[in-house]
């Protein structure tokens, strides 16, 4: 089947259709590798949508151009096909997937990281936030505080010839997995933000002046920087999902 052709987004919508077949059948193979119902964000004229129907499995494709959802529900009636903002939409379905628009790329990632039940996000977004996010030459303040509890990968990278309108940046492919065991209770997940963001704003050369600058003795940190399997010279952006936990459980949640 051929991909359905694309007029191209509207602009004030901030819509980039992919056109490129190579990358839906990537993204719809990414997306055969989960189980459950799906919620597509932004389908558009359908083209990853009618890949996604041909699963075998529900399908609720949203999209905030209503023009575009009445002309999708005619063609696509396997698909369940409504207007819906991501920002507002519940994220209730197990599989995320949807070419998200550039410009909301960071509030819809920061609602999908604090709401909803789902279980795996397959998520074409701009490369630099799919890049950083990846935790690629080092993880943002925002990929470390959301590590104790999901997982994020590169799946690839998109030119920008392969959108209609062509963006001015290109696209990534992230995906981001929910932590069947979290690393840290939920419980004490503004804690663990908040200590984060001190750790990142933090004044030092390495992780052993950043956090004795936090007020713990160098013994304790010495202590939980060796059972992290972290150096002394690291710095925020170089620590794994697991030394954060291993930092925080030594440091912080005991009340050192």
Request: proline share 5%.
């Amino acid at each position: 089947m051929r991909p359905h052709a694309h007029t191209g987004g509207r602009h004030e919508l901030g819509q980039n259709f992919l056109t490129h077949r190579p990358t839906i059948e990537h993204l719809t193979a990414l997306v055969s590798r989960t189980d459950g119902s799906i919620l597509e964000i932004g389908a558009g004229d359908g083209a990853l949508t009618e890949h996604l129907v041909h699963l075998g499995r529900d399908v609720r494709a949203i999209d905030i151009d209503a023009r575009r959802v009445a002309r999708l529900r005619s063609r696509l009636p396997g698909a369940a096909v409504h207007v819906g903002d991501a920002l507002r939409e519940p994220f209730d379905r197990p599989v995320l997937v949807g070419n998200i628009p550039f410009h909301l790329t960071t509030p819809i990632l920061r609602r999908l990281l604090s709401h909803g039940s789902w279980s795996e996000a397959v998520l074409l977004t701009q490369w630099e936030v799919a890049r950083k996010r990846a935790g690629v030459g080092g993880a943002t303040m925002m990929t470390a505080q959301a590590a104790p509890w999901f997982t994020f990968r590169l799946e690839g990278r998109v030119a920008a010839r392969h959108f209609r309108p062509m963006p001015a940046v290109d696209g990534g492919i992230l995906v981001i997995a929910r932590r069947p065991r979290p690393l840290i209770p939920s419980r004490d997940r503004r804690r663990y933000e908040a200590f984060i963001g001190a750790v990142f704003r933090g004044w030092g050369r390495g992780m052993q002046q950043i956090l004795r600058g936090s007020g713990h003795s160098v013994s304790s940190v010495q202590r939980a920087l060796s059972e992290a399997g972290v150096s002394r010279a690291a710095l925020p952006r170089d620590l794994r999902g697991e030394q954060w936990a291993v930092l925080w459980k030594r440091l912080e949640s005991r009340g050192t």
